[in-house]
């Protein structure tokens, strides 16, 4: 069983850029596919893109294709989610999460088995 340990919310201006980390803890993410997901106050929770570990290939929510992008880096067990030309819509908590590979490329957050605990991002205007 893997856990998740979120970093690098923050506030930041918009158009600025932010990276946010998720880095596993008691495990690897070997055989695994690593999400991020953001909820902003009165909303449900909207996918943002994921990772397979095993081969790097990503996917994105159409709407943030260009300005998003998620790596993962081996040697330390982490994925990233690089946020560029950030807008005030984009302010929310933005999660990681987990789920076995073999479940193919899950955008439902109820299909994500392991979860961190969140990091607030909040973009002024």
Request: charged share 15%.
């Amino acid at each position: 069983q893997v856990q998740l340990v979120e970093s690098g919310g923050g506030l930041v201006q918009a158009g600025g850029s932010l990276r946010l980390s998720c880095a596993a803890s008691g495990g690897t993410f070997r055989r695994y596919r690593v999400g991020w997901f953001r909820q902003a106050p009165g909303k449900e929770r909207e996918f943002v893109g994921n990772i397979n570990w095993s081969d790097g290939s990503t996917s994105y929510a159409d709407s943030l294709k260009g300005r998003f992008a998620i790596s993962g880096d081996n040697n330390k067990n982490t994925v990233y989610l690089q946020m560029n030309s950030l807008k005030a819509e984009d302010t929310a908590v933005y999660y990681c999460a987990a789920v076995s590979a073999s479940y193919g490329n899950p955008q439902e957050a109820r299909l994500y088995a392991y979860w961190g605990q969140g990091t607030q991002v909040t973009v002024s205007s």
